[in-house]
């Protein structure tokens, strides 16, 4: 029986990631597993293509996706990580806080 080449669970994944971007970039603790899953299934359907269907490319795309995605939240990450230093906790909850205020007042 051969395996399905399925790109769901990475386009999935990178979509949380995404998602999860504006969190601080955590998005890559998602994006990140999404890009190694494709990457290792490109890399079983070209050593065993005998025991394999479905279409690379559409793999490929996705295995795109979630680089491009993982580089977003890397540089998010390091922007998050760098205001932290420059600024300080402390002032990035207070800035956190005066919006969700301003937010809650319409």
């Known amino acids: 029986m051969k395996k399905q080449l399925n790109p ?7 979509i949380f990631g995404l ?9 890559v603790l998602l994006a990140a597993p999404a ?7 490109i890399k ?10 479905g279409d690379t490319n ?6 795109t996706v979630a680089l491009i995605i993982v580089i977003i939240n890397v540089l998010y990450l390091a922007y998050t990580i ?3 230093y420059t600024v ?4 990035m909850q207070r800035v956190w806080q005066e919006a969700m205020e301003k937010a809650q007042q319409g």
């Not at 998602?19 to 998005?27: D, N, P, R, S």
């Not at 890009?35 to 299934?41: E, R, S, T």
């Open 8 to 14: 769901t669970l990475t386009y999935v994944l990178s």
């Open 19 to 27: 998602l999860c971007c504006c969190v601080g970039g955590l998005g």
């Open 35 to 41: 890009y190694f899953i494709a990457n290792n299934k």
């Open 44 to 53: 079983d359907a070209q050593l065993n293509p005998d025991d394999y269907e």
């Open 58 to 63: 559409a793999m490929n795309t996705a295995k």
């Open 82 to 84: 760098y205001q932290i």
């Open 88 to 91: 300080g906790w402390d002032e």
